[in-house]
C-alpha cells in the first residue's frame, strides 16, 4: 500500500517492484485519458490500454480484455478506476495469475478484497480467490479530486455500509472493529466536505483513508442483510451500485438495531449522533444523495419479488432474516422514510 497525494508518480516503479515488464492499463470509458496518463508514464512497461470496464464485469467485456492482455503479453495489469475497474482486472487475473496494482478512484474497496464478480445471463456470481486480490496499491487523493459529488457522496456510504457490517460480522475480530470504526469516523467527517468543497485535498484525503480501511473489513469477515439485499436488488433490476447501499444501508442497520446493541451505539457514536439508523439516513441526505429506492430505478411491483430472492437462502446475521421484517424494510427504503 503506497497512500498519499503525489504517489501516482511512483507507478512505473512500484509495477517494476512487481518484476513486470509489460503492464496493461485497464479503465472505463470515462476514465479513458487517466488510463493514457498512466500509460505514458509506464513508458516502454506498458503493452497497451483497455478501457471498456463497464458495471458489474459482463463475461463478454471479462472475455475480451483476457484475450487482449493475452495477444499484447502483459504480464500484469494496472487498474485505474472504481470497483468496475479493479472488478474488471480482477476477472483477468482469475484466469490468467497476473498481478494487479491497483490505483483507485472511488471509495467502493475492491482493491484490499480477494472478492471477485462476474455477470452472465444477468446473473451476477461473485466468488473468493486470493489470486484476485491486487498486489500493490497505490492511494492517490489527488485522482479522486475529479470524482463528482454525485458519484462521491453514494460511494463514500457505500463504503461506510462495509464498516457497519463489519461491526456486526458474526466472524469478526477486536481489530476489524477498531478499522471499522474508524473508517466510519473518517468518512463521516469527510463526505460532507468532499461534495461541498470538492477541491479539499485533505477532505478527499481522509475520505480515501476511510475507504481503505472499509474496504480492509469487506476483505476480512463475512457481510450481512445489507449486502446481501443490494446483491440482490442490484442484479434482479439492474439498479446502481453504490446508490442502492446509499439508501438500503440506514433500513438494514435500523432492522438489526434490536439484536446488535453494541454495535449500534459504536455506529452512532462514530457518527455523531444518537440512533446508527437515522444517522446514516441524515448522513446520506447531507451529501445529497439518493434515500429512496423509488427514486433510483426500482420498480414498485418489484418489492415482493425482491424480499423472496433475499430470504431464499440462510446467511449469518444479527436479526433473523425472514420474509415479512425483509419486505417492510424494502418499503420503508423504497418510500425514503426516515428510520424509526
Ligand atoms: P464504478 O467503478 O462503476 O465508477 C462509477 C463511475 O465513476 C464510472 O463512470 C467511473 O469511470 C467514474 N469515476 C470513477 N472514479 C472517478 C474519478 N476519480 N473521477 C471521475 N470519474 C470517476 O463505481 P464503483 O462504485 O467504484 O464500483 C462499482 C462496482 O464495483 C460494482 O460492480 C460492485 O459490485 C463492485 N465492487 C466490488 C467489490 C469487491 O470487493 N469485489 C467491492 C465494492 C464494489
Not at 506498458?46 to 471498456?52: E, L, T
Not at 492482455?69 to 495469475?97: F, M, N, P, R, Y
Not at 438494514?252 to 446514516?280: D, H, K, Q, W, Y
Not at 439516513?281 to 433475499?310: C, H, N, Q, S, Y
Request: proline share 7%; hydrophobic share 45%.
Amino acid at each position: 500500500m503506497v497512500f498519499g497525494a503525489g504517489v501516482f508518480d511512483r507507478l512505473r516503479t512500484e509495477v517494476e517492484r512487481l518484476g513486470a515488464k509489460r503492464a496493461l492499463v485497464l479503465s472505463t470509458p470515462e476514465q479513458t485519458s487517466d488510463a493514457e496518463e498512466a500509460s505514458r508514464r509506464l513508458g516502454d512497461m506498458s503493452a497497451g490500454v483497455f478501457s471498456k470496464a463497464v458495471m458489474h464485469v459482463p463475461i463478454e467485456t471479462a472475455r475480451e480484455a483476457r484475450q487482449v492482455a493475452a495477444e499484447l503479453q502483459a504480464d500484469c495489469c494496472v487498474a485505474v478506476g472504481g470497483g468496475s475497474t479493479i472488478g474488471l482486472g480482477k476477472a483477468i487475473a482469475l484466469e490468467s495469475a497476473l498481478p494487479i496494482l491497483a490505483v483507485p478512484t472511488t471509495y467502493a474497496g475492491s482493491e484490499m478484497t480477494p472478492i471477485y464478480g462476474l455477470t452472465e445471463d444477468g446473473i451476477k456470481k461473485t466468488g473468493r480467490d486470493r489470486k484476485v486480490l491486487p498486489k500493490t496499491v497505490l492511494y492517490d487523493p489527488e485522482l479522486t479530486l475529479t470524482l463528482p459529488p454525485r458519484i462521491a457522496g453514494p460511494s463514500g456510504m457505500n463504503a461506510i455500509a462495509h464498516c457497519v457490517e463489519g461491526l456486526y460480522a458474526l466472524d469478526g475480530n477486536p481489530i476489524i472493529y477498531l478499522l471499522a470504526a474508524e473508517g466510519i469516523r473518517a468518512l463521516a467527517r469527510s463526505l460532507p466536505r468532499v461534495v461541498e468543497a470538492p477541491g479539499d485535498l485533505d477532505a478527499r484525503s481522509d475520505a480515501l483513508y476511510g475507504a481503505w480501511l472499509a474496504g480492509t473489513v469487506l476483505g476480512s469477515v463475512s457481510m450481512g442483510i445489507h449486502h446481501k439485499l443490494c446483491h440482490t436488488l442490484g442484479g434482479a433490476f439492474n439498479l446502481p451500485h453504490a446508490e442502492v447501499h446509499t439508501v438500503i444501508l440506514p433500513h438494514a442497520t435500523a432492522f438489526n438495531s434490536p439484536a446488535a446493541p453494541e454495535p449500534m451505539r459504536v455506529i452512532a457514536e462514530c457518527l455523531g449522533c444518537g440512533s446508527a439508523g437515522r444517522g446514516l439516513f441524515d448522513l446520506a441526505v447531507r451529501v445529497g444523495a439518493p434515500v429512496a429506492l423509488k427514486d433510483i430505478g426500482m420498480p414498485a411491483d418489484g418489492l415482493e419479488r425482491a424480499a423472496e430472492l433475499a430470504t431464499q437462502n440462510p446467511y449469518a446475521n444479527p436479526m433473523p432474516v425472514e420474509y415479512a421484517g425483509v419486505l417492510a424494510l424494502l418499503q420503508n427504503a423504497y418510500n425514503g422514510i426516515r428510520p424509526m
